[in-house]
């Protein structure tokens, strides 16, 4: 279970959120929706434990998340609004550094035909464009056995068919007993597992 009490967080001295509270348990989707500039990032980034809140914690399997790293770190996949990727490096090669599957290119490459880009090994990044460039961080889905995922904006420049194959992946996630936390602008039928709501700002 990953639980959040209580947090607040600010951005230039203004008040982003604040007493934002919930849990999420196996087989939970929890949505953050709000308006731009209302913390949606934020909030995720500190889940992640990639921002220290202002005020209240978080804990996962009952344990503050700062003591708990090496355990926490290993259940969890966080994908960012900004890929994290390298643009001069293809796509497998993001994913060896990525997904840490160095040893393992037949798996790398069976994951990204599955998400279309089996024609686009060779190319650097940069030349991608952004919907297969996301097509290239989502790989992480298949290559990654984690129980939670934190995925900022994961439909973005995504197109239909992209978009449903994201859908299914996470729906057979939560069916497995997974986790997700998950922000996006768009509408997606993954939003009919939404089990909790947080709405910022």
């Known amino acids: ?44 980034r500190m889940l992640s434990g990639l921002t220290l809140p202002v005020a209240g914690d978080i804990t996962w399997q009952q344990q503050a998340i700062d003591n708990n790293r090496d355990d926490f770190n290993k259940e969890l996949l966080y994908i960012g609004h900004r890929h994290g990727m390298y643009s001069d490096l293809n796509a497998l090669e993001n994913l060896q550094l990525s997904a840490q599957q160095s040893s393992n ?44 995922w934190i995925l900022d904006e994961p439909l973005a420049a995504l197109d239909v068919d992209a978009v449903e194959w994201f859908s299914q992946r996470l729906a057979t996630h939560l069916e497995n007993g997974g986790m997700a936390i998950v922000t996006t602008h768009q509408e997606a039928s993954f939003i009919s597992h939404v089990s909790i709501n947080v709405v910022l700002g």
């Open 105 to 148: 290119r037949a798996r790398i490459f069976s994951a990204l035909e599955e998400v279309g880009l089996g024609a686009h090994l060779e190319k650097p990044l940069r030349l991608l464009s952004q919907g297969q460039q996301r097509r290239v961080a989502l790989a992480r889905l298949i290559l990654e056995t984690r129980k939670l």
């Open 1 to 44: 279970m990953l639980q959040a009490n209580a947090l607040a967080a600010e951005r230039g001295g203004q008040r982003l959120f604040y007493d934002v509270s919930f849990s999420v348990n196996n087989g939970d989707l929890l949505h953050v929706s709000g308006s731009n500039g209302s913390g949606k990032t934020t909030l995720l």
